[in-house]
């Protein structure tokens, strides 16, 4: 079998996070296989349509480095795309939507309905109100030929509902097994509605047949629907695709991912920092691991391991705090030239690349966000505003305070230049000054890193001083003193 998936996103707003791991897991089934991943955009309910959203989803892709084979595309600021299924936006499809509607009615599998918006509602209130399933009434599938024939003359509104037949449809799941749904639980589905634009349903079964999809790997609040999908599948005489559906992603306490507890779309993510690798990585094991026994994987690793049958049936908590960790272990294996091409986006000001290469050395281990670089940079670049308690270390007083900055000051002055372009030079030249003078660390580097860093915790003061150079480390210990004095 020649692979085929597919991730067809609505234009509704921003990737969400449930999205992505649907686009990663059909990437990578096909990757796997040597198969094809298209993507299509499934645009056809344009009440919740969001200008713009078109071009946010393929650009998230894009920065998510996940490359489909087919489908949409931004050439020149222009909507293009690429492959030979198209078009991949299905609201340039809707002829073809209407012919395969119309077949249906043809084969009597589905029928037109002509009741006003006003009739179905009281329907369905009062089916509400006696407790009854809320589905149509069948009002339509009793008219005649003729009387079909004049309400589509005279322009009547209507839609194309299928018929359900009596009976069960069961169907197999890749994760769940064996699924048996009673028909007597579906609603006459609107295939196609008065505007001309199909439902979701009959789109996705046209689309998924026409573009050759093989595997359809999607949310499991598509399970309901599959007896409907696998109906049209049937009544068009098409081969049915394999079918996987992804359990729920959860808040931590157990409830649906929504934004009233925190971020759900990948650019919030993204914004705040945290890398792409790490958002593949913590997504791709929202109910996969493909060893259990480590966390971090490459996108490589991801691909050559995916299983299907790997897949949990029980929802998936998105705990923010492992992923801030995996972030942070991501970025202590990053390069300090990688990290300083990653951070730079996120600066407010001008940095010059040594000064920034310095800083990213220095700090990358207590760094859980590229953002984080905004604040760390300011201790580097401007001088920290604290209190004079800080400068005295707790085994000493103000005056010993006083006197190791003024010491250590005429000590920093005397060093040569060469000194400072070497974290363990400086060491070395501060260790031997202590030591040749008798004297307790504290007492010397205690209020030195604070003078430096104006921080109770900071990076250590060989490293302060490395990052500062010899002006600006001078210029600190000037201000300690006046603070002190």
């Known amino acids: 079998m020649n692979v085929k998936t597919r991730f067809p996103p609505s234009p509704t707003g921003f990737l969400h996070i449930g999205s992505l791991r649907t686009a990663l897991y059909n990437y990578f089934f096909a990757k796997k296989h040597g198969g094809t991943f298209l993507v299509r955009i499934e645009d056809t309910d344009r009440e919740r349509y969001v200008e713009g959203a078109v071009e946010s989803l393929i650009r998230t892709l894009d920065r998510m480095k996940i490359d ?109 097994g064996d699924v048996t749904i009673d028909n007597q639980e579906i609603d006459d589905q609107v295939l196609l509605k008065a505007d001309g634009f199909p439902t979701y349903h009959l789109a996705v079964v046209v689309d998924d047949h026409l573009m050759g999809v093989t595997h359809i790997i999607r949310g499991e609040e598509w399970i309901s629907s599959v007896p409907k999908h696998i109906m049209l599948y049937k009544w068009f005489g098409f081969p049915l695709p394999i079918f996987a559906h992804l359990p729920l992603i959860l808040n931590p306490d157990k409830s649906k991912l929504s934004k009233r507890q925190g971020d759900v779309a990948v650019e919030d993510y993204l914004a705040k920092g945290f890398l792409v690798e790490v958002l593949v990585n913590f997504v791709s094991l929202l109910g996969f691991n493909p060893t259990a026994d480590r966390e971090i994987y490459t996108r490589e690793e991801l691909i050559g391991s995916f299983d299907l049958k790997k897949i949990n049936k029980s929802g998936a908590v998105f705990d923010v705090n492992k992923l801030l960790w995996m972030n942070g272990q991501y970025i202590k294996m990053l390069s300090e030239e990688e990290l300083v091409a990653r951070v730079k986006p996120f600066l407010k000001r001008e940095v010059s690349n040594d000064i920034l290469r310095r800083i990213c050395t220095v700090e990358k281990t207590r760094m859980n966000l590229l953002l984080d670089i905004t604040s760390i940079v300011e201790l580097y670049l401007s001088q920290p505003a604290y209190e004079k308690e800080i400068l005295i270390w707790k085994k000493s007083n103000k005056e010993d305070a006083i006197e190791q900055l003024k010491n250590i000051y005429q000590f920093i002055k005397s060093i040569d230049e060469n000194i400072f372009n070497d974290i363990q030079l400086i060491e070395q030249a501060l260790t031997l000054y202590i030591k040749d003078n008798d004297l307790q660390n504290g007492n010397v580097l205690w209020p030195l890193r604070a003078a430096l860093s104006g921080l109770e915790r900071s990076p250590s003061p060989f490293e302060l001083i490395w990052v500062l150079k010899k002006q600006e480390v001078m210029n600190r210990i000037e201000h300690a003193l006046k603070i002190l004095s």
């Open 68 to 176: 489909y084979d087919e489908g949409p595309i931004f050439v020149n600021g222009m909507l293009n795309e690429k492959g030979n299924n198209g078009p991949y936006v299905q609201s340039q499809r809707l002829d073809i939507y209407k012919k395969f509607a119309h077949q249906l009615v043809y084969s009597g599998n589905a029928y037109y309905c002509f009741c006003s918006k006003d009739r179905l509602e009281k329907l369905r209130a009062q089916q509400q109100e006696i407790k009854q399933t809320t589905k149509y009434d069948r009002q339509c599938l009793s008219l005649t030929k003729d009387e079909i024939q004049k309400l589509l003359a005279s322009g009547e509104q209507n839609v194309i509902r299928m018929k359900i037949p009596e009976g069960k449809t069961t169907f197999h799941d890749e994760i769940r």
